[in-house]
């Protein structure tokens, strides 16, 4: 028999185990709960194998948690019928941290300042090491479900290193036993541990048993009749998912029996999505089959832009030896999650109606996802279409309408849906192309989220209404009452020939009522913002050539139009009308060189005294 052997924790480990070794943390608690999770986790994973007929050490032994505890000894121990561990995997598990979430966790805890508080502890969950937070010493013993597996003990006082060596195990699974540290005694009390076990672990889904006696647990929630259920119990079951402290924004518990069986209980986390985002791994729905578990954290049981989702889907139909990578195209899933997907937007569609207070904080933390789904999932665009939330020129910033809403307020003759789009509210909303809708009295819906645009244009109608850009030179909405005057025509060539190609076209406009002139789109071309953002992806894009609107009711422009009809050659005009067209220019970020622009500025300037 190898002797034992001394082994070194990898550095990160080591840091974290410095920082909790001595933590104030006074949650200290929640080992108990990652030790539990761990022994779940190790459960499940037994059970998954078992679902196959290769060898499998103690096939028929129980699957169950015991918490013992030793007085005498200062100890208590957490015991699984679980997958167990090799030798190898002792050292890769438990010798070095594979989780980026504990990695991050690190990285924080260690920029702290003194004395402040370690509140991430909960919410990371540092896994296995937290134990040492109430442990002075560590021992695992472990026995793998794989054939002719020896079993192995792991020792560890929390510092440097830790030790393995080979030791009898009856039974496969893995015993943990934990020297309390003096200040720690009341770990030892079963009611402080039913206490904890209620608090975190009371869904566990296996049989818990405290010294020997079974601990009252329930059947999985999902499984329960609604009518039986009080919110209560949801957001209880919720914290034991997600150790979230907040609770969830929205809940949706669907049962059906036919053309399929399937229970699924989401949740709307009241989490940013940077926070999901970061954790990337941990989003999605825990899929289980027959109460089996057969993929945590899917990403296959609800649509890509909905796993900000939390919660459980569980079905017996989904066979039980389905290999996780066929998944995603398992016929049952398939129906599923299309049912799943309609029910859950439609439940959100009805809070929107109902409490559109909460809805705002939804659509303030995952309108993005739902804006994602109108792009992938064409199946419910239009449901998700209701979804959609903006500010508007009638509304003023910070006051969000649905499109329902737009669509009500049409002013008569309107037959398009108006947008523009730009950085901020603010922003957008000193742009001349608005003049006359806000003389008119018609909305418009702002924009300030870059993908608004790509939404849109790919929707391109609501309730058969076309959506169209404000600034679009094609707009129904002023009549052009000068059409016909030969001299602001005469004026108007003049600009296109001075102008040349630097624009699409110079025109007479019906939008502007105060401004004296501005730059529009060319019908069906898309906005200036996103033209940006494709040069940025490609160099070579070449930016849509704009269309110069003049107004002519504004005195710059009329007295323009007069030395115009003066002298048709005045140098004086050229440099006015050039430095015009370049102001706008300057708006939108067309002009990089401004050296040309700032000598004809002097020059102007020098004219005017
Ligand atoms: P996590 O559970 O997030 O992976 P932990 O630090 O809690 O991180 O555990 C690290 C790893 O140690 C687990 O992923 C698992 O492989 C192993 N492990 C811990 N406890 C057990 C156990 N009771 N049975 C089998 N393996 C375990
Ligand atoms: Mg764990």
Not at 47 to 54: N, P, R
Not at 63 to 75: A, E, F, Q, V
Not at 564 to 579: F, V
Request: glycine share 4%; hydrophobic share 35%.
């Amino acid at each position: 028999m190898k002797g034992r052997e001394v082994l070194k924790f990898q550095s990160e480990v080591k840091r974290l185990l410095d920082i909790l070794v001595y933590s104030l943390y006074k949650n200290r608690e929640i080992f108990l709960r990652e030790l539990i999770s761990n022994a779940v986790d190790a459960l499940n994973k037994i059970q998954f194998e078992m679902l196959t007929d290769k060898y499998i050490e103690d096939r028929d032994i129980e699957l169950r948690i015991d918490i013992k505890t030793d007085k005498d000894k200062n100890m208590l121990i957490v015991e699984d019928t679980g997958i167990g561990m090799t030798r190898k995997e002792l050292i890769d598990n438990l010798g070095t941290i594979a989780h980026s979430g504990t990695i991050d966790f690190l990285k924080r805890a260690e920029k702290r300042k003194k004395g402040e508080e370690l509140d991430l502890i909960g919410k990371f969950g540092v896994g296995f090491y937290s134990v040492f937070m109430v442990a002075k010493e560590v021992r695992i013993l472990t026995k793998s479900f794989r054939k002719g597996s020896s079993g192995y003990l792991w020792v560890s006082q929390g510092g440097e290193e830790y030790t393995i060596e080979k030791s009898k195990k009856e039974k496969r699974g893995t015993r943990i036993e934990i020297l309390l540290k003096d200040d720690a005694k009341e770990f030892l009390e079963e009611l402080r541990i039913e206490n904890i076990i209620n608090k975190h672990s009371k869904f566990v889904p296996f049989p818990i048993y405290i010294n020997g006696k079974p601990f009252e647990k329930k059947p999985p929630i999902w499984s329960q009749p609604k009518s039986s259920l009080k919110e209560k119990d949801y957001h209880e079951f919720y914290k034991y998912l997600t150790n979230f402290e907040e609770k969830p924004l929205a809940y949706l518990h669907l049962s059906a029996d036919a053309p399929f069986q399937f229970h699924a209980l989401l949740y709307v986390p009241d989490t940013s999505l940077e926070f999901i985002e970061l954790f990337k791994k941990e989003s999605g729905v825990d899929l289980y089959s027959r109460k089996v578990l057969i993929q945590k954290h899917s990403k296959d049981i609800v649509p890509e832009y909905l796993s900000f989702l939390k919660g459980v889907v569980d079905s017996e139909d989904i066979p039980l030896n389905i290999s996780r990578e066929s998944i995603q195209d398992d016929a049952v899933v398939v129906k599923i999650r299309k049912h799943i997907t309609k029910k859950f937007l439609e439940h959100i569609k009805k809070i929107k109606k109902k409490d559109f207070e909460l809805y705002l904080k939804i659509w303030k933390k995952f309108g993005r996802k739902f804006k994602e789904g109108i792009i992938s999932d064409f199946d419910n665009r239009e449901l998700l279409s209701e979804l959609l939330l903006f500010e508007s020129l009638n509304g003023g910033e910070g006051k969000f309408i649905d499109l329902e809403e737009y669509k009500k307020n049409f002013k008569e003759g309107q037959t398009e849906i108006y947008y523009i789009s730009g950085e901020s509210y603010s922003a957008i909303e000193k742009n001349p192309s608005l003049e006359i809708f806000k003389e008119k009295g018609i909305d418009v819906l702002f924009c300030t989220d870059p993908v608004d645009e790509f939404v849109l244009e790919h929707l391109k109608v609501f309730k058969s209404y076309p959506f169209k850009m404000a600034e679009s030179s094609d707009i129904k909405v002023g009549e052009d009452k000068k059409k016909d005057d030969k001299e602001l025509n005469d004026f108007v060539k003049y600009l296109k020939e001075l102008y040349g190609d630097r624009v699409g076209d110079v025109r007479i406009s019906t939008r502007l009522v105060k401004s004296a002139c501005t730059l529009v789109n060319p019908e069906n071309s898309p906005s200036i913002q996103m033209e940006k953002i494709m040069k940025m992806m490609n160099k070579d894009f070449e930016i849509t050539k704009k269309i110069f609107e003049i107004n002519p009711e504004n005195p710059l422009i009329k007295k323009m139009q007069e030395l115009y009809k003066k002298d048709k050659d005045s140098e004086k005009l050229k440099n006015l009308a050039i430095h015009l067209l370049e102001s706008q220019m300057l708006r939108e970020g067309l002009i990089k060189d401004l050296n040309e622009y700032i000598e004809r500025s002097e020059k102007i300037m020098i004219e005017s005294f």
